[in-house]
């Protein structure tokens, strides 16, 4: 294991959970062990692991690129995150009405669907 590795998994269990990642990690196999070390080094021990920006920020961040490229199956993943990154479901609406303005209406308004679903399985008003 890398230093970015070690680092990039403690940063992992911050922000995701270490429910969410030990469910990952007991469903790696040998196919997608080179992906699994890839995001663990790469997205989580190089980018979320940078502190120029704050967690808060880097999740707004996400989840607009998220809406706007239309990779909408990783948002409730990442609206879940936001309890450990501090960012309120008013920075999440604001980050998806940029995308509503910049990237397309219809991509907006799934990933609010999509974040309000998630917001009521946890139990967070809105």
Same mark, same amino acid.
């Given at each position: 294991? #890398?230093?970015?590795? =070690?680092?990039?998994?403690? !940063?992992?269990? &911050?922000?995701?959970?270490?429910?969410?990642?030990? +469910?990952?990690?007991?469903?790696?196999?040998?196919?997608?062990?080179?992906?699994? #070390?890839?995001?663990? =080094?790469?997205?989580?021990? !190089?980018?979320? &692991?940078?502190?120029?920006?704050?967690?808060?920020? +880097?999740?707004?961040?996400?989840?607009?690129?998220?809406?706007?490229?239309?990779?909408?199956?990783?948002?409730?993943?990442?609206?879940?995150?936001?309890?450990?990154?501090?960012?309120?479901?008013?920075?999440?609406?604001?980050?998806?009405?940029?995308?509503?303005?910049?990237?397309?209406?219809?991509?907006?308004?799934?990933?609010?669907?999509?974040?309000?679903?998630?917001?009521?399985?946890?139990?967070?008003?809105?």
């Amino acid at each position: 294991m #890398t230093d970015r590795f =070690e680092k990039g998994m403690a !940063t992992r269990r &911050a922000v995701l959970g270490d429910a969410h990642v030990d +469910r990952a990690e007991a469903a790696k196999t040998d196919f997608d062990t080179p992906f699994q #070390t890839l995001i663990t =080094e790469g997205a989580w021990g !190089t980018l979320w &692991a940078d502190d120029t920006i704050s967690r808060r920020e +880097r999740s707004m961040l996400t989840l607009a690129l998220l809406a706007a490229t239309g990779n909408f199956e990783e948002i409730p993943m990442h609206i879940r995150a936001t309890q450990n990154t501090g960012a309120t479901p008013q920075d999440v609406l604001q980050a998806f009405l940029h995308v509503a303005v910049y990237a397309g209406v219809p991509k907006a308004n799934h990933a609010i669907k999509l974040a309000k679903q998630t917001y009521a399985e946890m139990g967070v008003e809105i």
